[in-house]
T-cell receptor
């Protein structure tokens, strides 16, 4: 069956350092979304990627969808304390259901 | 109005109680979802309603009973819950049922004693 891995599980960075989280699928994805959940909060939509090789930017955040549509990444340049939270990818499973990746928890040391 | 409103924010209930969680949106979305989220875990899909009809039930125990009275409202009725059901229950909505942006409510933190 389809397997999607999100890595790393945790990332601790110094403020100003870069951060990247990855979602890797064993099968082709129709699209992928990214969400951010602040501590004590609820998931908030960041972006949706649909096309092969797509790259989208939102200020310091860069999102990529691989050419084979099996991989995606979220990169944050020069992290700030406001970036703290857990970042989830969200994708369609092989049964048509919709699944969150396990998440990457980002902590930023000022 | 781009909000999904959930009530109550916190709920403590005994294993013999019956309670309901409520969710409301006024964005004209036709799909509404219930997710369960345990601490340090991703949200897990429980139910999806599409055009007021139950379209996905992720093998959730019958002690959880969803209801969609109209396109703006979603309820989750709780009965005879177990302590392991303690979690954050999140409601979400979207324009359609799959592959589109989800708008989440702030959740109900449920504790079952």
């Amino acid at each position: 069956g389809q397997q999607v891995m999100q890595i790393p599980q945790y990332q601790h960075v110094q403020e100003g350092e870069d951060f990247t989280t990855y979602c890797n699928s064993s099968t082709t994805l129709s699209n992928i979304q990214w969400y951010k959940q602040r501590p004590g909060g609820h998931p908030v939509f960041l972006i949706q990627l649909v096309k092969s090789g797509e790259v989208k930017k939102q200020k310091r955040l860069t999102f990529q969808f691989g050419e084979a549509k099996k991989n995606s990444s979220l990169h944050i340049t020069a992290t700030q304390t406001t970036d703290v939270g857990t970042y989830f990818c969200y994708y369609g499973g092989s049964q048509g259901n919709l699944i969150f990746g396990k998440g990457t928890k980002l902590s930023v040391k000022p | 109005d781009t909000e999904v409103t959930q009530t109550p924010k916190h709920l403590v209930m005994g294993m013999t109680n019956k309670k309901s969680l409520k969710c409301e949106q006024h964005m004209g979305h036709r799909a509404m979802y219930w997710y369960k989220q345990k601490a340090k875990k991703p949200p897990e899909l429980m139910f999806v309603y599409s055009y007021e009809k139950l379209s996905i039930n992720e093998s959730v125990p019958s002690r959880f009973s969803p209801e969609c009275p109209n396109s703006s409202l979603l309820n989750l009725h709780l009965h005879a819950l177990q302590p392991e059901d303690s979690a954050l229950y999140l409601c979400a909505s979207s324009q359609e049922s799959t592959g589109v942006k989800l708008f989440f409510g702030s959740g109900t933190q449920l504790s079952v004693l």
